[in-house]
Structures are given as C-alpha cells and as structure tokens.
C-alpha cells in the first residue's frame, strides 16, 4: 500500500474500526492457473475475529480452489471517500495553486488463508456472521429458525474463510496535509456534497472516531 508519510494510520483500534466501518471488503489472493499465478478477488463480507477475519465464499468459486499456497492474501476495507474540489479551497482564492485530490480511509490486512470445509466450523462462520449482521435488528433473524436440513444442505455450497492476520497497513487521507483554513473549507464543502466525509474529517481532526 502506498502511504505518504502525512496520512498513515498505524494506531490498532483505528484500523480495526475502519475495517469494522466497512460494508463489503474484498478479497484478493494469489491462484495457480494455467499460464501461471494471477489474482482474483471477491466482495464479501468479514468478520473481525481476534487476529482473523472469517467470512464463507460459494463453493464454485475458484479462488479457493486453485488459491497458491503459503503465498499472502490481502483484504481491503474502505470507508466513506469523496472527491475534493479545488474551489472549496479558500488558497484558490488567494493564491490559486490548488489541485483536485480525494479524500478517503482504507486498511489493507495481509496474511495465510486458510479454507474451511468441515461442516461445524462452518456453521459456526456462518452462526456468528449472522449474528453480527442481525443484532441491531429488532427481532433478529437466527441460523436455527431455519430447518436444520435445509442449513445443512446450504452449507454444502460454501467454503469457510479464514484470513490469519500478519499485518494491517492504513491511510487516513482527509486533508490533514492543508492548512486549518482549507481544512474548513473542504468540510463545509463536504457537509453539502458529502456529509459522511465531512462527519469523518470532523471526527479525525478530533483524534479518532
């Protein structure tokens, strides 16, 4: 990941609650086809778990099926992002040397994937992603509200995922780099055209989420 030096985020309860902030992550990983290794990459969703994220992908998918062993994977997450104008700049006025750039926060998590297809650990993947997604729900859907041969018979269309975390890298670029004036300036921009930006760049120039 490409990071100048004025927009990383290393601190770990950051980086976690961006990746907690993200919707759909992707999942990219090194396969072994004919011709040699390439990528491939699914959207899913990933469940932080300790030093693991845990996630299922269908099991007609090849990337588990020809994944490259003992090479990385990497799992990139994303948060809200926009596109910053030149003209919310009170410098372009003054000055006029001022460019379009964008704003956004994003973690890449590199490590060993590991595949699962036992079919009680995949429940559990499956039981604790639901739970997750359903708790704030207010009468949340249960995996056991649904016939348990039915659930059983869907588990055999998936493959459980793993990813063991060896690493996070993070950038959080949200204008730090301008001065305070222009700052301002993007995020009253911002809380016209963007409001989720603005609220981030609000709550990141206070030192967090």
């Not at 588990?64 to 006025?93: N, R």
């Not at 000055?95 to 964008?102: A, D, E, F, I, L």
């Not at 995996?143 to 990813?163: F, M, N, R």
Request: aromatic letters at 6%; one cysteine or more; proline letters at 5%.
């Amino acid at each position: 990941m490409y990071v100048p030096p004025a927009f990383k985020e290393a601190r770990q309860d950051e980086l976690l609650e961006i990746m907690r902030q993200c919707a759909l992550p992707v999942l990219i990983s090194p396969v072994r086809q004919i011709g040699g290794l390439c990528l491939t990459a699914t959207h899913l969703p990933l469940l932080i778990s300790g030093d693991r994220l845990i996630g299922h992908i269908a099991k007609a998918n090849t990337q588990w099926q020809d994944l490259e062993g003992g090479m990385e994977s990497l799992a990139i997450f994303k948060t809200v992002d926009g596109y910053v104008s030149p003209s919310l700049y009170p410098t372009k006025q003054q000055t006029g040397k001022v460019v379009p750039t964008w704003n956004y926060e994003a973690v890449h998590a590199y490590g060993r994937l590991e595949m699962i297809e036992d079919s009680a650990k995949l429940l559990e993947i499956v039981t604790s992603l639901t739970n997750h997604y359903e708790k704030s729900r207010g009468k949340p859907w249960r995996v056991s509200d649904a016939p348990a041969d039915y659930i059983a018979t869907q588990l055999k269309g998936i493959v459980g995922v793993v990813l063991h975390i060896s690493r996070l890298e993070g950038v959080r670029k949200l204008s730090q780099n301008k001065s305070a004036a222009d700052q301002q300036g993007v995020i009253a921009g911002q809380e016209i055209e963007n409001p989720a930006l603005a609220r981030q760049m609000i709550l990141a120039s206070k030192g967090g989420k």
